[in-house]
């Protein structure tokens, strides 16, 4: 049974940084691209930035470039999205999401996780 796990949101003022981190189980992990997807109160959900099995690929939304860092650790089973410079637009649940091609898109996830909070006061 695959399991996707965030963990790493909260609150936190504009300018101001959070790491997510994600764990998953049940799948071997460097066989799947794994990503970040966010989706704020009456938006479509949006990818953030994925990043290929190996790390040595990834792709980032406009709206983060500069700002969000992407990786992961394969022998932990551990993905990670570094965010800096936060601000109020980027206030969402984000999602951590696996998936067997690269890049990942909405329509080629295969697990989503249950999502963790972030939200950026101004």
């Known amino acids: 049974q695959v399991q996707v796990v965030e963990s790493g949101g909260g609150l936190v003022q504009a300018g101001g940084s959070l790491r997510l981190s994600c764990t998953a189980s049940g799948l071997t992990f460097d066989d799947y691209a794994m990503g970040w997807f966010r989706q704020a109160p009456g938006k479509e959900r949006e990818e953030v930035s994925c990043i290929k099995w190996s790390g040595g690929s990834t792709y980032y939304a406009d709206s983060v470039k500069g700002r969000f860092t992407i990786s992961r650790d394969n022998a932990k089973n551990t993905l990670y999205l570094q965010m800096n410079n936060l601000k109020p637009e980027d206030t969402a649940m984000y999602y951590c999401?696996?998936?067997?091609?690269?890049?990942?898109?909405?329509?080629?996830?295969?697990?989503w996780g249950q999502g963790t909070q972030v939200t950026v006061s101004s």
């Open positions: 999401a696996a998936g067997v091609t690269y890049p990942l898109w909405l329509w080629n996830v295969d697990y």
